[in-house]
């Protein structure tokens, strides 16, 4: 992992918990294969990797002899397992579980606050100085009874629906891979893509960055969203056509509380940092701060699996990072 991950993530406890279990240096960091002591990586036996650790090419893994695992502590690890790592045979974990957590609660948070119109009331309140009628301003507002739109049944998704069970919102699902019984019992509606943008008064979007989702919420589905409605994006940026979103938001027509763009950063001149119905944040939904705590104690506990014999809790198969994040 890069030395930034390292001090966010791994602090006193965290070290001494991996220590008890694994012959650990805690100076020794990785940050270029090509550039590190040989003779350490030829004893690796597990490599605790983070955000920044190169990716696991063939020319890594000659200098990896006695490499057996790899215990990642953010999400995806399409950045990091090359086809040569899985040829490998390495067994794989990842904290994207833990990680699910604080971007579920952000897009739960970021649901409520939307029926309730807070950002733009708000805006109205600090402008008007004065008492105003959130109710004259929107007859519709409040969260009883709202529809909201999961857009892949992932890990975050899932957890999303679990947030939401103590709400009077009926959720619906588009995702190829759910079946009906998983839909029944997680409590949801299935239906096709289109029909979920044309009821939702939430859409969230969930489903993996693939070649096959790319733009997957384009102007055609923008366009079927009721008035009014708000469309949530803490997953990537690129499956939404931001140009065809920025026409839409510009108008007033639709909300949106947008995590993650396209590009990742965008242009200066863009009008969504300053139009009254935008959230615009930089990638924070995910793990930060004391969060980080909770993907260091993920890795710690499959570590600890690993030591004992155990199958990983959260193993990443090579067959599922096609249709996952």
């Avoid at 399409?78 to 086809?83: A, F, P, Q, R, Y």
């Amino acid at each position: 992992m890069d030395r930034a991950t390292k001090a966010a993530l791994l602090d006193e406890q965290a070290l001494a918990r991996l220590g008890a279990t694994a012959l650990l240096d805690p100076a020794h960091l990785v940050t270029d294969f090509a550039t590190a002591d040989p003779a350490r990586l030829r004893e690796a036996e597990v490599l605790l990797t983070g955000w920044g650790c190169p990716p696991l090419t063939e020319q890594a893994l000659d200098l990896l002899p006695a490499l057996r695992a790899v215990v990642h502590t953010a999400g995806t690890v399409k950045g990091l397992m090359t086809e040569a790592a899985w040829r490998r045979g390495l067994s794989v974990t990842s904290a994207a579980e833990a990680n699910a957590r604080p971007v579920a609660e952000f897009t739960v948070a970021a649901i409520v606050f939307a029926n309730k119109r807070v950002l733009t009331t708000a805006r109205a309140y600090r402008e008007a100085r004065s008492q105003i009628s959130p109710l004259t301003l929107y007859p519709a507002i409040g969260n009883y009874g709202r529809t909201v739109g999961i857009i892949g049944a992932s890990r975050i998704g899932r957890r999303v629906i679990e947030l939401l069970r103590p709400y009077d919102a009926h959720v619906l699902v588009h995702d190829p891979y759910l079946d009906g019984d998983e839909a029944r019992a997680l409590g949801v509606e299935p239906v096709h893509l289109d029909e979920l943008m044309g009821r939702s008064d939430v859409v969230t979007v969930h489903a993996p960055q693939t070649p096959e989702t790319r733009h997957l919420v384009d102007a055609r589905r923008l366009a079927l969203m009721r008035d009014g409605a708000t469309l949530v994006n803490t997953a990537r940026g690129t499956l939404v056509d931001t140009d065809a979103l920025t026409e839409e938001l510009v108008s007033g027509r639709l909300h949106a509380v947008l995590d993650v763009t396209h590009p990742d950063v965008l242009p200066a001149g863009s009008p969504l940092y300053d139009l009254p119905n935008v959230l615009l944040t930089p990638h924070i939904a995910g793990s930060l701060g004391n969060e980080l705590g909770r993907l260091a104690a993920c890795a710690a506990e499959e570590l600890e699996r690993y030591a004992r014999g155990l199958p990983f809790a959260y193993a990443v198969h090579p067959a599922s990072l096609a249709h996952s994040a």
